[in-house]
């Protein structure tokens, strides 16, 4: 249920009391942020397939073929497995909110749209390695490691505005935040260093940053997993 508007004050059902309306977007509760986002990243996890086509093949070479394509499939595992873990984290992320005000939408927002790209420095990558050509290659991993850059500094920038606003968190929960903002800025200079690794050694061994970043982003609270107070 969105908040009601009081002068100077935004209240909630109940007359409950969230905060200055401020002349701007109302501070709301969660849920109309947590569908619209599941339904930002399962899009985006479902494109990520359609990097995976029937090979081209004279008769009798399926399988040879299909062998030809395993830069793909690695491609589609690694993207699957990053964005459900970021899926997991934006859950248990909105578990510990308690309302949404503008600048939290705009972060939001923000991460959405970098998860969003993801599929394409996927499909670009797996095309590359499966062309065999350095240079393209190098590029491509510069290219998914600067996706990946921005998704860690888009939740670097939701965490820091929760940080300076913890009126939006339930109580419990204030304290997860600063460690939250540590890890994606790790994030993000681990990400810039994989993509280096890749441009300097081999572009394939940039691919190891992947589940260590991801490990980085994975209970990035530092705590227990999130349950959503009783009202």
């Known amino acids: 249920m969105c908040v009601a508007r ?22 709301t509760e969660t849920g109309r942020v947590e569908a619209f986002s599941d339904g930002v990243l399962a899009i985006a996890i479902t494109l990520l397939v359609l990097n995976l086509r029937p090979p081209d093949h004279v008769p009798g070479q399926l399988l040879a073929g299909l062998l030809r394509q395993w830069p793909a499939y690695l491609g589609y595992v690694t ?15 909105f578990a510990r909110i308690r309302t949404v005000d503008r600048g939290l939408h705009f972060a939001n927002i923000a991460v959405l749209f970098t998860v ?20 393209d290659t190098n590029t491509a991993v510069a290219l998914y490691a600067l996706v990946a850059a ?27 935040f600063p460690q939250g903002r540590l890890r994606a ?10 993509g280096a690794l890749g441009d300097l050694i081999d572009p394939v061994a940039a691919l190891a940053f992947v589940p260590a970043a991801a490990r980085v982003l994975r209970s990035h609270h530092g705590g227990p997993a999130a349950t959503r107070p009783a009202p």
């Open 6 to 27: 009081r002068r100077g004050r935004s209240t909630g059902a109940g007359g409950k009391d969230t905060g200055p309306a401020g002349g701007g977007l109302l501070q």
């Open 79 to 93: 993207s699957f497995l990053y964005i459900a873990v970021i899926w997991l984290n934006h859950h248990q992320t």
């Open 116 to 135: 969003a790209l993801l599929p394409f420095p996927t499909a670009v990558l797996a095309d590359a390695i499966r062309e065999a050509n350095r240079a």
């Open 150 to 176: 921005l998704m860690c500094a888009s939740w670097w920038w939701l965490f820091s505005h929760l940080q300076r606003h913890p009126d939006l968190v339930h109580d419990q929960y204030a304290r997860y």
């Open 185 to 194: 800025a790790v994030g993000v200079v681990g990400y810039a260093a994989g």
